[in-house]
């Protein structure tokens, strides 16, 4: 088992610019979760899913977009990056049991915004 | 929403020593709590975690404790070893929503 993949693990944009970054999982989990990762700052959820066809905002969806592609595959887009969105994201999945699930995490995509 | 603060922002320790990391949350309703552990470059990773009807839970070296009435919770790590260094965070989430609120971790160092 792989766990969650993401891709890609680095990238430069310049302002303006649109990208997707893509997440699978190989778990047959219901949940994913995509999250930003600022320095001195934990981890804040962006978007979530809690089955295939369900998406939810988190607390900080502005600038983004998601689509839950099937039960593996979750994207993020950025229609027109921001320095600001300049981060470390982070997808993860879970087994969606409700109270007490457990979150895997994939990598890490590095986002740099020019 | 939930808000978890998260102490110390630093911590180091000698090698053997133990480590406490403390974290407090804001609502009552909470009551799963994880820590993770997060390694340069890598995506964090579930350690250790407890539920609200449970006081302490342990697992080898690690520990976390859960004081519901100071709506604090704690992670103990005893012996530690140059691997432990990393960075801790804990989360809180309520109910059954799913989503996790994280501290803003701890960057555990472990000195040989």
């Known amino acids: 088992n792989a766990g969650v993949t993401q891709t890609p693990k680095f990238q430069v944009l310049k302002t303006g610019q649109s990208m997707t970054l893509q997440c699978a999982q190989d778990?047959?989990?219901?949940?994913m979760y995509w999250y930003r990762q600022d320095p001195g700052m934990g981890l804040r959820l962006i978007y979530y899913?809690?089955?295939?066809?369900?998406?939810d905002k988190g607390e900080v969806p502005n600038g983004y977009n998601v689509s839950r592609l099937n039960k593996r595959e979750f994207s993020l887009r950025l229609e027109s990056a921001a320095p600001s969105q300049t981060s470390v994201y982070f997808c993860?999945?879970?087994?969606?049991?409700?109270?007490?699930?457990?979150?895997?995490f994939g990598p890490g995509t590095r986002l740099l915004v020019l | 929403g939930e808000n978890v603060e998260q102490h110390p922002s630093t911590l180091s320790v000698q090698e053997g020593d133990s480590a406490v990391i403390k974290c407090t949350y804001s609502?009552?309703?909470?009551?799963?709590f994880p820590w993770y552990k997060q390694e340069l470059g890598k995506g964090p990773q579930l350690i250790i975690d407890i539920r609200s009807n449970v006081g302490e839970k342990k697992d080898q070296r690690i520990a976390v404790t859960l004081n519901k009435t100071a709506k604090h919770f704690s992670l103990h790590i005893t012996e530690t070893q140059p691997e432990d260094s990393a960075v801790y965070f804990c989360?809180?989430?309520?109910?059954?929503?799913?989503?996790?609120?994280f501290g803003s971790g701890t960057q555990l160092t472990v000195l040989p």
């Open positions: 993860a999945s879970g087994a969606g049991t409700g109270v007490g699930e457990t979150q895997y």
């Open positions: 899913s809690a089955s295939e066809g369900t998406t």
């Open positions: 989360a809180a989430s309520m109910g059954s929503a799913r989503q996790l609120t």
């Open positions: 609502d009552s309703a909470s009551n799963y």
């Open positions: 778990m047959n989990h219901n949940s």
